[in-house]
């Protein structure tokens, strides 16, 4: 059921994708030939096929992806040109833009979605109460204790968890004061933060203040009005967005090892365990993987949206297009690259499986 449950899922971002891509298309004239769900991998016909108007509407076996076919325009036969009124080349640099940066736009734009439904439903919340206190530690040394329950820092009001950390790293390494509730009477400790090495979420080792206190895991669930939730939306899509390039970037730096790459594999089982966990656990993540094909579609990868809109950039910099047989070589380099990563990620995950 899980799997199924991650097919479906992984099916509906693709065509929402895709979708962005054909609406746009269509808003320039330009003729959709085929909207396929699924990749003609392997396989000359599809297991489904119906023609609504002008676009053949198709499904391959081969589920996990999917495509928009427009006239004068075909990624596996880069050389396939059409300049009729109603083909995708015929339109200028800019158009063509605006077509393949919707794809990705329309991820952004369901992620939000969802966030949005999410933090209308209501967040649960971190409250500012004391768990465990590390040895050797600030916390330790000022005597504070687990279920102190911290109401300010440095006169500000702290209401979450989630504010401490920020309000240290402002602090630095000067005396801080902190009021907290213990046993329903105030107290005021004073500590000073100190500077320990310690690694982010990336692996990388870093410098950073902390005092040395975990939260205890007592939580509440916070409702926000309409427009609260809209703006949380979107810093939450922006943040997700941020994290999810910083990753791709630190994986080709080498920051992160290749051995992290993960593929299908890794994505259905990683989806089914969301699923399982309730429905609010696997529209978070269908969230997150959005944000992550918005984001990697838009890598300046040949073979990707992200590609091509650098293709057309040149062109609308330098009125004309870049030598044809260098983007042929290009965009076959760049569906090498893509390929030998899903291959990559399959060995991985294979890997997992049986290691």
Do not use: C
Not at 26 to 34: A, C, I, M, N, W
Not at 106 to 117: D, E, K, Q, R, S
Not at 185 to 199: D, Q, S
Not at 258 to 266: A, I, K, L, R, Y
């Amino acid at each position: 059921m899980g799997v199924l449950v991650s097919i479906l899922v992984l099916s509906v971002l693709v065509i929402v994708h895709e979708l962005g891509h054909f609406l746009t298309a269509r808003l320039f004239g330009v003729k959709v030939e085929e909207f396929g769900l699924g990749l003609p991998i392997g396989v000359t016909k599809p297991w489904f096929a119906k023609k609504y108007g002008e676009t053949v509407y198709s499904f391959y076996p081969v589920f996990l992806g999917g495509f928009v076919k427009m006239k004068g325009q075909n990624d596996t036969d880069p050389s396939e040109k059409s300049y009729d009124s109603d083909s995708y080349n015929s339109k200028n640099p800019y158009q063509k833009i605006a077509i393949l940066f919707a794809g990705p736009f329309a991820n952004f734009l369901f992620a939000f979605v969802l966030y949005f439904g999410l933090t209308l439903h209501g967040v649960s919340m971190l409250k500012p109460v004391v768990g465990q206190i590390a040895p050797n530690s600030a916390a330790l040394d000022a005597k504070l204790q687990t279920n102190d329950e911290i109401v300010s820092i440095n006169s500000q009001k702290v209401s979450y968890w989630n504010e401490i950390p920020d309000i240290v790293a402002q602090n630095g390494s000067s005396t801080m004061t902190i009021d907290v509730v213990r046993d329903g009477k105030r107290k005021l400790i004073v500590l000073i933060p100190r500077e320990v090495g310690t690694k982010n979420i990336f692996g990388e080792e870093i410098k950073k203040y902390m005092i040395g206190i975990s939260p205890s895991g007592a939580s509440e669930v916070v409702y926000y009005g309409f427009f609260e939730s809209f703006q949380k939306s979107f810093e939450q899509t922006y943040q997700a967005s941020k994290f999810i390039a910083q990753g791709i970037q630190k994986l080709f730096t080498g920051v992160i090892s290749m051995q992290n790459v993960g593929g299908v594999v890794s994505i259905v089982q990683v989806t089914s365990d969301a699923s399982a966990h309730g429905v609010l656990s696997l529209v978070f993540l269908a969230a997150l993987i959005s944000v992550n094909l918005g984001v990697v579609n838009l890598l300046p990868i040949p073979a990707l949206d992200g590609g091509h809109i650098i293709f057309n950039l040149y062109e609308a910099l330098f009125r004309k297009a870049p030598n044809e047989m260098v983007a042929i070589r290009l965009t076959y380099a760049g569906w090498a690259l893509l390929f030998g990563l899903m291959l990559l990620g399959l060995y991985n995950d294979i890997h997992r499986l049986v290691g």
